[in-house]
């Protein structure tokens, strides 16, 4: 089996082209991910060995999934997951290894997919996303989310008007409560605007970067680094109402 094969996983056909071929090559990467983070996970966990080089995770479109070597051809002939996942192997309790390697993998399963979208139209973009957002993610079929996940999230954004658990910047959610006692939100702020750089971790004190995992306490709804707090987006997910450190040792009112 030459490189190019074993790298798109493409059965030896065309790239697919049209929206229902794309929707197919995808839903079959994915399956074939889910498999080696569910069920074949023991034979994943073993082939992820930290003293082998940079692995990655493949799904192929025959649906057989494979840990190997990154491509060596630059540049590829398509995306390429994430690189060394197992030197984090362990590094990490094991759930959580595999809930950060679900992330990585859906991020490379939509790149790919719109890698071969690119030839298609605004509308044709549109009905594929549509079609694969209707599928779990790989994330929360491992983390045990699935569909309930995302209508809890959906729940919660309706009663609290904002996601606090923040799995995405923070330009793509509401307002969070700027962290300086002496200053206040400027009434007249922009949501879209993406400024957030008066936003402080609760406990470090450090500046909001959106490469970060943060975290919003739904009772002084101060925003914390998730590292600082000691809670993992994998963690957080099963979290219905977060209290920060401070929060949590304050007694309850009679």
């Excluded at 025959?62 to 984090?88: H, K, M």
């Excluded at 007249?188 to 450090?206: A, K």
């Excluded at 919003?216 to 998730?226: A, N, P, S």
């Amino acid at each position: 089996m030459d490189a190019s094969y074993r790298r798109a996983g493409s059965g030896g056909g065309s790239a697919p082209r049209s929206v229902e071929d794309i929707f197919k090559d995808y839903r079959a990467r994915r399956s074939a991910i889910q498999r080696a983070l569910t069920h074949d996970v023991e034979e994943f966990y073993a082939q992820c060995d930290p003293e082998k080089e940079n692995l990655c995770l493949y799904g192929y479109a025959n649906e057989a999934w494979g840990v190997a070597l990154p491509a060596e051809e630059v540049p590829t002939e398509l995306p390429e997951p994430a690189l060394g996942i197992n030197f984090a192997r362990d590094g990490m309790n094991r759930r959580d290894w595999l809930a950060l390697v679900a992330v990585h993998s859906d991020s490379w399963l939509v790149s790919v997919a719109f890698y071969y979208a690119a030839r298609l139209n605004r509308n044709e973009r549109k009905r594929l996303f549509s079609m694969m957002n209707e599928l779990p993610t790989v994330f929360e079929v491992v983390s045990g989310g699935g569909k309930q996940t995302r209508e809890r999230d959906r729940s919660a954004s309706d009663n609290s008007g904002r996601n606090k658990l923040l799995l995405k910047p923070l330009q793509q959610t509401s307002e969070p409560r700027i962290e300086n006692d002496a200053r206040e939100p400027d009434e007249g702020y922009d949501e879209d605007d993406g400024d957030h750089s008066e936003t402080l971790c609760g406990t470090c004190g450090g500046i909001y970067s959106a490469d970060e995992f943060w975290i919003g306490c739904d009772i002084c709804e101060k925003w914390y680094h998730g590292k600082c707090v000691k809670i993992t987006p994998a963690k957080a997910e099963s979290i219905k109402q977060y209290k920060c450190p401070s929060c949590s040792k304050r007694p309850r009112p009679l």
